[in-house]
Structure formats: C-alpha cells, structure tokens
C-alpha cells in the first residue's frame, strides 16, 4: 500500500504562481511513475503532468505546457508541482497519483493507470 498527502493548494490571483508537493509513504520502492491530474466543478478529472522514477522524463498536457513544471525528490519521496502564470481555468482540485511501471512503458495519462491517490488539495485562481 501506499499513501499519498497533498499539499500547498489555496487562492491566488490570475498571473501568480503556487506549488504543489505530495509525499509517498509506505511501499514507495514501487511507484515508477507520479502524476498530477485536476478536476474542475462539473467536470471530468484531466491528467495534467507526469514524471519518471528518474526525473529525466516529463510530460505535459498541452494547455499548461511553458506554465508548470513537474519535479521529483526520490529521497524525500515527494513530488512537485510548479504552477506559474496561473489562469482562472486552472481552478480545481488537484490529485497526487502513483502507479508502477517500467523504463520503456513509464508514462500514463489516464487515471484507471493510477494505483494510488491523495485526497485532492483545492487550487481556486480568481480573475
């Protein structure tokens, strides 16, 4: 099993930035792969970016490419979120996702490919 804890959600103008952390507890040897997805009121939940076990890959919805970036530390088992140039259609709450993986078959976009969750941390970005 493993646990999720997000953290670092809250309100803040168009234009400003917040990050987001979510740290790993338990059977952290394996995750491979971590993510971050949203969902906004009324909608479905969207991938927003992922990251490999080593850091070396990333991947990026398209409507926050240039704005967010996606980082991990593997010691402190926490993950990152860097959320610049943020809009209004960026409010929702933001999840923390785990799965297992390999090198060759790291990257996953659909949440059913994610094992574990966090409990959601609420990003509110007003015009």
């Known amino acids: 099993q493993v646990d999720l804890v997000e953290s670092g959600g809250g309100s803040v103008q168009a234009g400003g930035s917040l990050r987001l952390s979510c740290t790993a507890s338990?059977?952290?040897?394996?995750?491979?792969?971590m993510a971050w997805f949203r969902q906004a009121a009324g909608k479905e939940r969207e991938f927003v970016a992922a990251?490999?076990?080593?850091?070396?890959?990333?991947y990026y919805t398209d409507s926050v490419k240039g704005r967010f970036t996606i980082s991990r530390e593997n010691a402190q088992n926490t993950v990152y979120l860097q959320m610049n140039i943020l809009k209004p259609e960026d409010t929702a709450v933001y999840y923390c996702?785990?799965?297992?993986?390999?090198?060759?078959?790291?990257?996953?976009?659909?949440?059913?490919?994610?094992?574990?969750w966090g409990q959601g941390t609420q990003v509110t970005v007003s015009s």
């Open positions: 338990g059977r952290t040897f394996s995750i491979y792969t």
């Open positions: 996702a785990a799965a297992p993986g390999i090198f060759r078959d790291w990257l996953k976009v659909k949440d059913g490919e994610y094992n574990y």
């Open positions: 990251i490999r076990r080593d850091g070396d890959s990333t």
